[in-house]
């Protein structure tokens, strides 16, 4: 089974901080995503990576980094947290970019 | 036009009842459709998905139906169980700029009433 593992369940930080969220799979993939869940929303695509040091911007990149140094592993930055932040955060990797992605269990994130 | 439409936000059926989630789309580019679920406190997971060359997929108590003309397909759960209570995701992608996009909808709330 694939195991999509983002290093933290909850996270709080305050404005202004530089915060970052890790992603580790274990299925030698080479896709792998950032999305932001809200309320009434769904999910939104932040930034996504096709192979290593390569990365493209999703539908909400602004305010957001990713750094994508290994294969296993895709970390999101956030450069000046800010309270519209706020919120559920998922990684999902997928070996083929037509195929199903395996989601991580999230990481909620509180800017205060 | 790259929007997926799902409905209703929220859902309430009880348990041996049939709930039904609708998704709808514009871009006819969009080449496949998976349905997620997912559980408080844990990610999306694959439910089932279905390719724009059938009309129905069955998995189970969990059926797609697909129509392509007019540009919608649900989520049917038979038999519902207050196990499946969840929230449901409909998602389309469809190959773009070279890479594939994939468009989420809003999600359902589903609760099934024991």
């Known amino acids: 089974d694939v195991k999509v593992t983002q290093s933290s369940r909850y996270l709080v930080k305050r404005t202004g901080e530089k915060v970052f969220l890790e992603c580790v799979q274990d299925?030698?993939?080479?896709?792998m995503f950032w999305y932001r869940q809200d309320p009434g929303l769904g999910l939104r695509l932040i930034y996504f990576?096709?192979?290593?040091?390569?990365?493209e911007k999703g539908d909400i990149p602004e305010g957001y980094s990713v750094s994508r140094e290994k294969k296993e592993r895709f970390s999101l930055i956030l450069e000046s947290a800010s309270t519209n932040q706020t919120s559920m955060y998922l990684c999902?990797?997928?070996?083929?970019?037509?195929?199903?992605?395996?989601f991580g269990d999230g990481t909620r994130l509180s800017i205060l | 036009q790259q929007q997926v439409k799902q409905s209703p936000q929220s859902l309430i059926v009880q348990k041996g009842g049939i709930s039904i989630i609708n998704c709808a789309y514009e871009?006819?580019?969009?080449?496949?459709f998976p349905w997620y679920q997912q559980f408080p406190g844990k990610g999306p997971a694959l439910l089932i998905a279905?390719?724009?060359?059938?009309s129905e997929k069955k998995e189970g108590r969990f059926t797609i139906s697909f129509n392509k003309s007019a540009k919608q397909f649900s989520l049917h759960i038979m038999d519902s169980q207050p196990g499946d209570s969840a929230t449901y995701f409909c998602?389309?992608?469809?190959?773009?700029?070279?890479?594939?996009?994939?468009?989420f909808g809003t999600g359902t709330r589903l609760k099934v009433l024991a």
């Open positions: 998602a389309a992608s469809m190959r773009a700029s070279g890479t594939y996009k994939y468009i």
């Open positions: 990576s096709y192979d290593v040091k390569m990365k």
């Open positions: 871009n006819t580019a969009f080449d496949y």
């Open positions: 279905i390719r724009p060359d059938v």
């Open positions: 299925m030698d993939h080479e896709n």
């Open positions: 999902a990797s997928t070996f083929l970019q037509d195929q199903p992605q395996h």
